[in-house]
Nanobody, 115 residues
Framework: QVQLVESGGGLVQAGGSLRLSCAAS????????MGWYRQAPGKQRELVAD???????NYAYSVRGRFTISRDNAKNTVYLQMNSLKPEDTAVYYC?????????WGQGTQVTVSS
């Protein structure tokens, strides 16, 4: 069983930056993918970015060029560097891990961008 703990959310002004971290405990099996999703009030949860254990990345169109995902496999930790934040980035950000045994979610961290 993989447990995910996110940190790094908060309140920031438009144009500012935040860095989210997600630490995974427990064993991650085989080829896997870790990533970030977000859910704004009244909207569906959507992919922000994800990264495989071999380093392949995938970004939502709305965050390309502003957000960067990275991971430290030795620490089972994934990061999301968010720059040039916009009010529309306001959401609860969830970490997700997918391995050969299942799909795991973190509890979420709030990101609020003020205009």
């Amino acid at each position: 069983q993989v447990q995910l703990v996110e940190s790094g959310g908060g309140l920031v002004q438009a144009g500012g930056s935040l860095r989210l971290s997600c630490a995974a405990s427990g064993r991650i099996f085989g080829n896997n993918r870790m990533g970030w999703y977000r859910q704004a009030p009244g909207k569906q949860r959507e992919l922000v970015a994800d990264i495989t254990n071999s380093g392949n990345t995938n970004y939502a169109y709305s965050v390309r060029g502003r957000f960067t995902i990275s991971r430290d496999n030795a620490k089972n930790t994934v990061y999301l560097q968010m720059n040039s934040l916009k009010p529309e980035d306001t959401a609860v950000y969830y970490c997700r891990c997918t391995d050969t045994h299942g799909i795991y979610w973190g509890q979420g961290t709030q990101v609020t961008v003020s205009s």
